[in-house]
């Protein structure tokens, strides 16, 4: 069904829970989704690859070699097709990227929101990152200590556009409903729905999280 106006990126530096994060959405069946595949050996997924490709494009930083980068009119191109397709991403090239400034200005009819996620310990995301198959797309961080300065970039950004956003822990959404469903009850198209509570919100967690495959380091 479809929300208004509203386009909700899921953000992150990646190994913090955005892929279980899709999964909860997608079980409300409350928005129209288009996802990419599940990636077993990165036990993680469902990015749509031109939402990569739109977030290198809008920079001239390159941060993965093997994205295109800055060329401003291919991305807002893409930017307006994902948007007139799905009114969920999820992407960890908007964190590192940085580039919800773009998006704002490609798009100005979309009211976005952004779920910005974090691990409890970024340290975490490098050990985790270690135990995929593509520990090289975390080499832009040497440390914890770089990743939780680029999430302040973020945070800024975000404050800077007016652009709001919720910020979620993991493993501790995945482990606590309560916690969950007070993050949610910012969220605009949630609070439209009068069935969403903390009984809906431990019922979709029950189907969307696989509690004893979260990797804690």
Request: glycine letters at 4%; aromatic letters at 14%; proline letters at 5%.
């Amino acid at each position: 069904m479809a929300i208004d106006n509203n386009f909700t990126i899921i953000t992150g530096s990646g190994r913090c829970g955005t892929s279980a994060f899709i999964s909860f959405m997608r079980e409300t069946e409350f928005f129209h989704m288009v996802m990419g595949s599940f990636t077993p050996a990165m036990r993680g997924g469902y990015e749509l690859p031109k939402v990569s490709v739109a977030n290198s494009l809008c920079s001239k930083n390159i941060i993965f070699p093997h994205l295109r980068h800055n060329n401003l009119p291919e991305s807002t191109s893409l930017i307006k097709e994902i948007v007139e397709t799905t009114e969920i991403v999820k992407d960890p090239t908007f964190f590192f990227y940085n580039s919800y400034e773009h998006w704002k200005k490609s798009v100005p009819q979309k009211d976005i929101q952004v779920f910005l996620l974090k691990r409890d310990n970024q340290e975490n995301v490098l050990k985790s990152a270690k135990k995929t198959v593509s520990e090289k797309d975390w080499s832009y961080f040497k440390n914890g200590e770089e990743i939780e300065k680029h999430y302040k970039l973020n945070v800024q950004t975000l404050l800077n556009l007016n652009i709001p956003f919720i910020e979620l822990e993991f493993p501790k959404f995945v482990m606590d409903p309560v916690y969950l469903f007070n993050k949610l009850k910012k969220y605009k198209p949630f609070s439209k729905q009068k069935n969403f509570n903390l009984d809906f919100v431990k019922n979709i967690s029950s189907k969307a999280f696989i509690k004893s495959l979260v990797t804690i380091k």
